[in-house]
Structure formats: structure tokens, C-alpha cells
């Protein structure tokens, strides 16, 4: 039910799915599932999934469609394919992937020839992130992430909120560390339920994270309480950084982030103390105000002083695994490139995992060439992509919208042709390596009930596909069975017995200690060493080491929009589920309580917001609270679906993607900055 991918035992009677629970077997499980985990059945068994293949009868958006079957659905999906490669090169095919399960799909667009595609997991959440410490350290950190929180003395979150984003083995290990006397730090200018457990809360000024990470290297260096013999035996560029920082004191950051300076002196102190077992939690979507990378650098450095990358306590590292691989034509190269701007706009962006904003501009602008074509696998566009208008605009302009989703998503209503996939409880999929685990494990995924009316896995659909496209090469096995076996090929565990028992773990070496030469280097970046001071950065015409750009405070009368995540729903996923829906059937607007006052505002009032550019939401339940800066409101992402055949979600709450028609773009990898956007309170009409 979302991207951590917990192994759950299915009890099955009469072909029926009666309970789902945690696999005691699986390293991130331990038998323990979350809400969404359990309510994987309303998942199954929701009356409003897609049940056939479709075709659009009316126009873009209007949701009219014709039930057909599966040979005709294909046939017409290779027909357009191949109309489009012939007419403008298989490139003007844009490919929207998110989820694991899309990796078939991936092998078939670029063995059809195009290098487009891109997933959210990218330029609206990690990005940033992987690209700020891969500078850093040589490397990202992937997903799981390797936040030591079992071995920490003190865990730091900045903008994360543990607790509300839940993942079963992190929110456990932190409860556990907390409950074993970790100390922890919370910068959030919201009262999180992670700052209802924090030593220091630190409600800092929104968009001034860079100034208070500053502070901290300021005090580690100035007062010396940095990790010497790590930095000396691995960092390389102190005294440029020692320069950098001498200005930005406590009391610098002070007028920057509204936080006392004596509080940012002592947290820094407190990590200082701790040090090397200080988990300074990377955060996952840190696509915030554009200068991303540059803050996802000042997190890195930061862990570097304190030497707690590689170290018991603060961030281990990924222990790698080898696995097979069935022999498959090299993929067609292109001579036009990419059109997202990954790794020419955005000179660092991932060409594995693409710039989605980047596509959209291509479709609207023709350049550098048309898009023409976009297949959607899984991702709810319109959801996850902030300026929903832009996207709009730019799926007018297509020739072919082809949807792979389980539910009609709002999407879907603007496709040619949807694909009804079957749920991840009736399907194979690629197995879950996780290198990034302390105990790296392989893990599969085995359908326990056929698949419900006329959906298909996507391991299928992609197949056939390559079959009617002449690529069946690149799909050199019969059943997923084989794929599974050549898969696990290399490893010292037996497919039978990794078949009865979901997940197989392997012997981990998370600390430097630990490392051997088969490990690869310790930290691959250009010098071998941790570059503080980035000579990549520098380069490229970037900061070579992070500064603090000031940010532009909300207008009079306005909030800084901010959105985060609910235990019991998955992104703009899992609204219309029946069990989750009686835990969480809507979101709310946290406004601070003086605000409220101001404004004549009572509790549980329903509002309609307004952003800068008159963009309004649909009305929302106000949710008063001391636990919020005057200058914020806070609302949880995923609601306000505008899907009709949603039944259960469908107009409940409100949409913060509807509120973002700004953006402020990371020059560095592309990623959208979306805490940019200001809100009002208005009443009346309904949004939009
Ligand atoms: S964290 Fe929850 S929703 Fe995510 S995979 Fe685990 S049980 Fe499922």
C-alpha cells in the first residue's frame, strides 16, 4: 500500500482475501503492519476499481467511455504506437511511471526507443535529496532510507514529520529509540505529533532551513566540537567551509529563522555531544523553495562534521547484492536526447528517474521536439505534478493518452484508452532489492487470489504489448516464474524456500568498519574524499557550498501553504478505500488559533482558500490550533479527488495540488520548490 513494501501473509478462504498481516519473516515488517497494511482488502475489493479495458467515446476529460477487450485494447495501443514512431520518432512517447511495479513497462518504452520518461519519486519528492548527498558522499541514500535511528543517541528531524508519514520499521525504531532515552530535535513550524516527543522544538521561519544548518556547522567549527579524526581522514575542503561559515553565527540565523540564538547554540552543542551516533533524518520529499539541493548539501555537510555517515548512530551504508539477469538486447539509443532537460537544463537531474515538470513543458512547447504521446502508469498526474493547469494544457495537445491505473483516478477521464491492472494482492511483480537495508534482503511478491473481472498484471500487459511491437527480446521468459528464478540466481538462498517465506535476508555491513574491497569504494566521488566544498558545484556555475537565499514571505492576509502526510492514507492513493476512508474520510486546514480569531474563524467551519493567482480549493473543514506558525496553514495531501467515479472520495476535502500554481524550479536537478504558494481564507463559491 505504499513505496516501503512490508511483506504481508494473506489468509484466503473460498477464494476469498478475509485478512491481511505482517510477514514476521520480512526485515521491515516483523509482523507488523499499519493501517493502510491492514486495509490492503479495501484495496481488492473496492467496487469502483476498473474492471476492463476502456476506450474514450467522448471528449478529453468528459469520462465517457466503451468497455472492449483486451486484443482489441492492445491492437489499438501497438497501432498508435507505431503511428506515432513512424510520424515523429519513438521519443514523442513519454512514459509517467511510480511505483515499483512499473519496471516492465520501463524495459518496454525504452526498448521502443524512448529515453522520456519520469517519475514523481524525483522532481516532487527525493531528488534533491540524492542529488545533495551524492555530492557530498559519492552516493545517495535510496529508499528504504539508511537512518540508523536504532543506534542513535540523538535524531534531528528537519521538515519530517515521523508518526504522521508512517513506515512500519521507522516509525517502530524511532518509538523505540525515544523510548530507550534518544534525544531529538524537531524543526518543523508546525506542532507535529514527532514535536509533541521532541527534546527542542523548533518552529522555525518556513524556508530558512540553509540558515539555521549554517549556525550549526558555525558552532561545531568555531567551538571545535566537529568530528576532527573523521573530517581528517575523510573530508576534503575544511577550510574553505571553516570560511564559508564564520559569519553565520547564532545570532545571524537568529533574525533569519525567528529561532533564539542561545537555542540554536545549544542544539548544535547537543549534537556536538553525541556525535557520531547522531541520525540526522535526510527527510524524503524535499522539494520545497527551489534552492533544494543547495539545503540537501547543508544536511550533508552537516553529517559529515559530525561523522556520522557510515558510523553506528547516524547513517549506515548499503550493503550490495548480487543478483541474475536475463541476457536482453541493448536498448535503441537516441540522437535527440532527452526532452525533460535531465542532464542539460538541469544538469544534474536523474536520467533514470526524469524530470516530470520538464515533459509537460516539452508536450506544451514542441521542444526541443513533440511529445506527441504519454502512457501513464500508476501516476495520478494531475495529482502529483504541481500547476494542474499546465498539465491540462499539455494532455489537450496529445495524439495518444494511454492510462495503466486500478482505480479511476482522475486521470484516467483523460486518456484514449485505460488499462485495468490488477492490484498488488493478485500479481507477481519484480522482487524488492533493498541494498539500503541494514540487513540487505531480497524480497517477492506472489499473487494469493486471481485476478478480479478483467484485470491483468502489469508483468502481462507489458509482454503482450512487446509481442504486438516486435520486442519480444527484451522479454525472454514465459511466466514470471522464470524471471523470479533467473533473478535470484546468484543468491545463497533457494527459490522454493524464498517462496515460502516472502524475503530472504543477508549479512549487512553498515558501518566503515565493516566495509570490504568488494564494497566498492567508501565514498565515490571524483577525490575519494567527502567533498565539503564541491568542485562538481562549482563547475556547473552553482555554489560550491550552500548559502541561504532569502525566501518571500506571504502577502498581507495570506498563509504559506504547507501539506504533509496522514498515518492511515498513501499520497492521493488510498482515499477512496472503505476502511481507510472510516479512519480519515477528509482532510483539514490547521490554522494557528490567534489567526483564526482574527478572522472570525470557528472549528470545523467549512472554508474555501485562495491562493495568489485566485486558484480556490473546495471547502474544507478548519481545524484551530496553537500548534502552528501565525504565518502557515497546513493541510494533508491527497483529498479533494474531482474523480466522479470515485464514490467514496470523490469532492472530500481539499486539494493542496489545486493551490499550487507556482513553482520555483531547483536549477541544480530540475526538482519543483511548492512551498511557494500563499493562501486565504475566502467563503462561497466552490472551487474550480
Ligand atoms: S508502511 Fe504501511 S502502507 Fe507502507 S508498505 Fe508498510 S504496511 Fe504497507
Redesign the pocket.
Same mark, same amino acid.
Given at each position: 500500500? *505504499?513505496f516501503?513494501? *512490508?511483506g504481508v501473509l494473506a489468509e484466503v478462504a473460498d477464494g476469498k482475501v478475509l485478512k491481511l498481516q505482517g510477514n514476521p519473516d520480512h526485515p521491515l515488517t516483523k509482523g507488523r503492519? *499499519?493501517a493502510?497494511?491492514n486495509a490492503g482488502i479495501g484495496l481488492l475489493y473496492d467496487p469502483d476499481r476498473l474492471k476492463q479495458p476502456l476506450l474514450r467515446t467522448g471528449a478529453r476529460g468528459e469520462g465517457q467511455f466503451k468497455p472492449i477487450s483486451w486484443d482489441q485494447a492492445l491492437d489499438f495501443f501497438a497501432a498508435r504506437l507505431t503511428d506515432l514512431k513512424s510520424k515523429y520518432g519513438p521519443e514523442c512517447v513519454a512514459f509517467f511511471p511510480h511505483g515499483v511495479a512499473s519496471s516492465f513497462f520501463a524495459t518496454l518504452m525504452r526498448a521502443f526507443g524512448t529515453p522520456n520518461a519520469a517519475e514523481p519519486a524525483f522532481a516532487q519528492c527525493r531528488g534533491p535529496r540524492e542529488v545533495g548527498y551524492a555530492l557530498t558522499f559519492g552516493s545517495g541514500l535510496g529508499s528504504p532510507e539508511p537512518v540508523d535511528l536504532e543506534e542513535s543517541k540523538l535524531i534531528m528531524l528537519i521538515g519530517t514529520h515521523i508518526g504522521e508519514n508512517?513506515?512500519?520499521s521507522q516509525v517502530t525504531a524511532f518509538a523505540e529509540a525515544l523510548s530507550r532515552g534518544a534525544k531529538l530535535i524537531v524543526v518543523d513550524p508546525r506542532f507535529s505529533t514527532a514535536a509533541s516527543k521532541a527534546d527542542w522544538w523548533l518552529p522555525i521561519r518556513p524556508g530558512t532551513d540553509i540558515a539555521l544548518l549554517l549556525a550549526w556547522m558555525n558552532v561545531l567549527l568555531t567551538e571545535g566540537i566537529y568530528d576532527k579524526d573523521y573530517i581528517t581522514s575523510h573530508g576534503e575542503g575544511l577550510p574553505e567551509l571553516e570560511a564559508h561559515v564564520r559569519e553565520f553565527t547564532p545570532e545571524w540565523a537568529e533574525a533569519i529563522t525567528e529561532l533564539p540564538a542561545a537555542e540554536i547554540r545549544a542544539t548544535a552543542r547537543a549534537m556536538g555531544q553525541a556525535k557520531p551516533a547522531v541520525a540526522l533524518h535526510p527527510g524524503r520529499h524535499t522539494t520545497w523553495y527551489g534552492d533544494d539541493t543547495q539545503r540537501a548539501r547543508a544536511m550533508a555537510i552537516l553529517t559529515a562534521l559530525l561523522g556520522s555517515w557510515g558510523r553506528k548512530g547516524g547513517i549506515f551504508l548499503p550493503t550490495p547484492i548480487k543478483t541474475g539477469k536475463f541476457a536482453t538486447p541493448p536498448f535503441p539509443g537516441s540522437k535527440r536526447g532527452r526532452a525533460d532537460g535531465a542532464g542539460t537544463t538541469f544538469p544534474l537531474a536523474s536520467e533514470e528517474q526524469g524530470v516530470t515538470n520538464g515533459l509537460v513543458e516539452a508536450t506544451l512547447t514542441g521542444k526541443p521536439y513533440p511529445i506527441k504521446g504519454w502512457i501513464v502508469y500508476g501516476q495520478n498526474v494531475l495529482e502529483s505534478i504541481p500547476q494542474r493547469q499546465k498539465t491540462l494544457d499539455a494532455i489537450q495537445q496529445l495524439d495518444l493518452m494511454v492510462v495503466v491505473d486500478l482505480l479511476p483516478m482522475e486521470q484516467t477521464r483523460y486518456a484514449d484508452l485505460v488499462l485495468p491492472e490488477a492490484t498488488y494482492l493478485e500479481r507477481y511483480d519484480v522482487p524488492h532489492i533493498a541494498e539500503s537495508a541494514k540487513q540487505p534482503f531480497v524480497a517477492i511478491r506472489q499473487p494469493i487470489v486471481d485476478p478480479l473481472y478483467e484485470t491483468k498484471p502489469g508483468w502481462w500487459i507489458a509482454k503482450q504489448m512487446a509481442g504486438r511491437l516486435g520486442l519480444q527480446e527484451y522479454f525472454p521468459w514465459d511466466f514470471p516464474d522464470q524471471h523470479l528464478a533467473k533473478l535470484v540466481e546468484p543468491l545463497a538462498a533457494s527459490l522454493a524456500e524464498l517462496k515460502a517465506r516472502g524475503a530472504a535476508t543477508f549479512d549487512g555491513r553498515p558501518y566503515i568498519d565493516d566495509r570490504r574491497p568488494e564494497d566498492g569504494p567508501l565514498f565515490p566521488t571524483p577525490t575519494g574524499k567527502i567533498e565539503l566544498f564541491s568542485p562538481a558545484l562549482k563547475q556547473l556555475g552553482f555554489d560550491p557550498l550552500p548559502r541561504y537565499t532569502p525566501v518571500i514571505d506571504p502577502p498581507p492576509g495570506y498563509f504559506r501553504l504547507i501539506y504533509g502526510r496522514a498515518p492511515v492514507h498513501?499520497f492521493a492513493r488510498s482515499e477512496n478505500n472503505a476502511l481507510l476512508d472510516s479512519l480519515m474520510p477528509e482532510n483539514e486546514a490547521w490554522i494557528n488559533n490567534s489567526a483564526a480569531r482574527d478572522l472570525g474563524l470557528s472549528e470545523g467551519q467549512r472554508v474555501i482558500l485562495e491562493n495568489q493567482d485566485g486558484a480556490k480549493c473546495l471547502p474544507v473543514r478548519v481545524r484551530i490550533t496553537a500548534g502552528i506558525r501565525k504565518d502557515c496553514l497546513y493541510m494533508v495531501h491527497g483529498f479533494g479527488h474531482r474523480s466522479p467515479a470515485l464514490h467514496r472520495a470523490h469532492d472530500r476535502g481539499a486539494s493542496d495540488t489545486q493551490l499550487m500554481t507556482r513553482v520555483k524550479v531547483d536549477p541544480v536537478m530540475g526538482g519543483t520548490g511548492m512551498r511557494v504558494n500563499f493562501v486565504r481564507v475566502v467563503e462561497g463559491e466552490e472551487g474550480i
Open positions: 500500500m *505504499c516501503w513494501r *512490508c503492519l *499499519c493502510r497494511g508512517v513506515f512500519t498513501s
